[in-house]
């Protein structure tokens, strides 16, 4: 038998059965494809709205990443607030990549790039790109020591006037992932936001 998907699971074996799905993203409905065998597939998960309801609008231009994409609504967010930016949308889950690239295209948001997560990463780092923000519902289920390393190499690409919020659930380990990004990673963290048993933090490289 088949081992069941996990979103983040690189090639889900799942069918890939397209669905519509409406849903708002700070404020602006939307109508987007979304499938099974990736994160959140039928909704807008609670973290993801915690997250776009408490930050303000990234930077008007540059690069910006959503790490762990998923469908896409956070890199759409992005896109739709900043389209003159370039929004790297990145996922381990293949079919995470083309849902949100078929949604951007959709919506008409040319600023998008959907990308697998090592290419962008290596793509990034081998350009010497520095990125402007991050926004991310990081996928904590990895487990810890595959979401620090995650983390850690994302977050090295932060520009020094750069800045990543990140939204985690309480109880999935927020206020001690808090500690690990200040004391390991040397980093500037200050909660932005609690509602619904998610913190918000905002990350800035340490000075």
Not at 77 to 96: E, F, G, I, L
């Amino acid at each position: 038998m088949p081992e069941p998907d996990h979103y983040f699971s690189a090639q889900p074996a799942s069918p890939a059965q397209l669905r519509p799905v409406d849903v708002v993203l700070r404020g602006r409905p939307v109508r987007v494809q979304t499938a099974s065998g990736v994160f959140s597939a039928g909704r807008l998960d609670l973290g993801t709205r915690v997250l776009l309801d408490a930050v303000e609008d990234p930077p008007p231009a540059g690069d910006l990443a959503d790490v762990g994409c998923g469908w896409g609504p956070i890199a759409l967010a992005m896109a739709q607030a900043s389209p003159a930016a370039t929004v790297w949308a990145v996922d381990s889950n293949a079919r995470a990549v083309d849902l949100t690239a078929r949604n951007a295209a959709a919506l008409g948001l040319t600023g998008v790039r959907a990308t697998a997560a090592d290419a962008a990463l290596e793509h990034l780092t081998t350009a010497g790109v520095r990125l402007a923000e991050i926004w991310s519902n990081p996928p904590v289920r990895i487990g810890k020591a595959a979401l620090h390393e995650l983390l850690r190499r994302w977050l090295g690409l932060l520009a020094p006037t750069g800045r990543a919020q990140l939204v985690v659930q309480r109880n999935l380990g927020a206020d001690s992932l808090h500690r690990w990004l200040a004391e390991e990673l040397g980093m500037d963290v200050a909660r932005a936001a609690s509602a619904k048993g998610f913190r918000v933090l905002t990350v800035r490289p340490g000075q």
